[in-house]
């Protein structure tokens, strides 16, 4: 009998290594099914900070759009995405059309993306029912809130290494070099300096915020709004500060 249940041998399993790993991917909300607009307004962004956009992988939403557009149609927006410079990988998690439509054109739904929506419908229906019971149904006691955890990583971030908190906060006890990346669907803490990139709010958190001890960045980003540096501000260079959204705006203030 085969120590493999698919019968495959040692030898053709040793050909390849298959693992899951943590990876940043931006998400290209689609609000046009013209595909020269959708890459006029790309080709801004990718010419805005190419360090950031250009050759990024990118899923496409298509939750905007209704209905659905035809599949001809949605092989010219994602040509369209490539053309601008950008890497499509798949499609963001929505209905049973969206996975339909995933399947004929040979493209995966990526799991990051499925719980934005999944909390939508969860939060839709609990509305829904407490709509119908609110005249009868008598207080019931509050269920206990649960805690906020964090993922802390208590060594320097390296560059080309790339550290992702899901569905929580990140805390780098230590640096984050040139070159390195930390994301949170939460906040993001790093007590030493913040030299790479920071991507707060992965998940469109508008009230997620970045904290450091020493200011650095060459990139931060909260719920998509991102900044560049090319020369860092004088009065925050090498500082502590805390990085927030305002008004669609991103915020630098002194700790």
């Known amino acids: 009998m085969s120590a493999h249940p698919s019968g495959a041998s040692a030898e053709i399993l040793e050909a390849a290594d298959l693992r ?5 991917i931006g998400n290209v909300r689609v609000r046009s099914t013209d ?3 959708l890459r006029a307004a790309l080709e801004v962004r990718v010419h805005e900070a190419p360090a950031l956009f250009e050759r990024a992988p ?9 209905p659905q557009p035809e599949d001809a149609v949605v092989r010219a927006l994602l040509d369209a995405v490539r ?4 890497l499509p990988v798949g499609l963001a998690y929505g209905d049973e059309a969206t996975d339909e439509l ?6 995966p739904l990526i799991a990051k993306f499925r719980a934005q929506y999944e909390r939508a419908e969860r939060t839709a229906s609990n509305d829904e029912v407490a709509s119908q019971t609110e005249a ?4 019931a006691p509050s269920a206990p809130i649960e805690p906020v955890t964090a993922l802390q ?9 790339q550290v992702y908190a899901q569905g929580c906060d990140l805390v780098v006890v230590g640096t984050v070099a040139n070159g390195a990346e930390v994301l949170a669907d939460g906040n993001i803490h790093v007590y030493g300096a913040l030299r790479g ?3 707060a709010g992965a998940l469109g958190d508008k009230t997620a915020r970045i904290f450091c001890g020493e200011f650095r960045a060459e990139i931060v980003s909260i719920a998509g709004h991102y900044r560049v540096f090319e020369e860092l501000p004088r009065e925050y260079a090498g500082k502590a500060v805390q990085i927030r959204l305002e008004q669609e705006r991103l915020q630098i203030l002194p700790l």
């Open 20 to 24: 899951f790993g943590q990876v940043g």
């Open 35 to 37: 595909p020269a607009a």
């Open 58 to 66: 990118v899923v496409v939403d298509l939750s905007f759009l209704s």
């Open 83 to 86: 053309d601008a410079g950008m």
């Open 102 to 107: 995933a399947r004929r054109l040979e493209l």
């Open 136 to 139: 009868t149904a008598k207080p």
């Open 153 to 161: 990583h208590h060594q320097q971030v390296r560059t080309g290494q």
């Open 197 to 199: 990139r920071a991507f």
